[in-house]
């Protein structure tokens, strides 16, 4: 399992989180995504933690804790959600309707 931090400061790096984290016990891996068209850090970062024990340690300590001048948010990561694919367009049933009487007519 993995902890969520967010709220963080855009100067972060993966070593600032994992000599924090440190306190609490050992970490295994940080993620620190980054933006994809200016290579600066999203502002969140996943931080993969030894034991559960540790995690639970760190999360305490640090919800709400003011880091680099921001409150963090952390708590424990929660599964990515499978967006799909179009679902936003409803199905998609406005888009096989365009032109539909035109071409029936058309033959």
Do not use: C, H
Not at 72 to 83: F, T, Y
């Amino acid at each position: 399992m993995s902890i969520y931090v967010g709220n963080l400061s855009y100067q972060v790096t993966e070593a600032d989180l994992k000599q924090a984290f440190a306190e609490y016990g050992t970490v295994g891996r940080v993620q620190l995504p980054t933006d994809r068209e200016t290579g600066r850090p999203r502002g969140f970062a996943f931080v993969e933690m030894e034991s559960e024990a540790d995690e639970t340690k760190a999360i305490e300590a640090l919800d709400g804790a003011e880091w680099m001048g921001r409150d963090l948010r952390v708590n424990k990561a929660k599964p990515k959600e499978d967006r799909g694919s179009g679902s936003s367009r409803g199905g998609g049933s406005s888009w096989g309707n365009r032109g539909g009487g035109e071409d029936r007519n058309r033959y």
